[in-house]
């Protein structure tokens, strides 16, 4: 990582310590969304499944979720280092910075 990124990722995580964090239980599913049509003409797992314990910060209309989980996919026939199409062990990470650019009144 550059510093640029290093101090962004500190500044925003020192802002937010002043803020008190939301914690949510997330269930995710991420793939593409051609492969779940019958169109689609492969067998190709390209996605995986998520259970995460998410801290989600806000600030006016400033977001930022922290989150730390676990990939709950089968493990794949034929890349064993694989669980659905995300190489590597099953521990996930996601960080997330958001702004709400539209909010009805």
Same mark, same amino acid.
């Given at each position: ?7 962004? *990722? ?23 969304? &051609? ?8 067998? /190709?797992?390209? *996605?995986?499944? &998520?259970?995460?314990?998410? /801290? ?27 669980? *659905? ?10 960080? &997330? ?9």
């Amino acid at each position: 990582m550059n510093r640029l990124t290093l101090a962004t *990722g500190a500044i925003l995580l020192a802002s937010c310590s002043a803020l008190e964090p939301t914690v949510r239980l997330e269930i995710e599913h991420t793939s593409h969304i &051609t492969q779940h049509f019958a169109a689609a003409d492969n067998d /190709l797992n390209c *996605g995986y499944n &998520t259970v995460m314990v998410d /801290l989600h910060w806000q600030y006016e209309r400033l977001h930022l979720d922290v989150a730390d989980g676990l990939n709950v996919s089968p493990q794949d026939a034929q890349f064993r280092q694989a669980y *659905g199409a995300l190489a590597g062990p099953r521990e996930t990470f996601q960080a &997330t910075a958001s702004f709400d650019v539209w909010r009805p009144k």
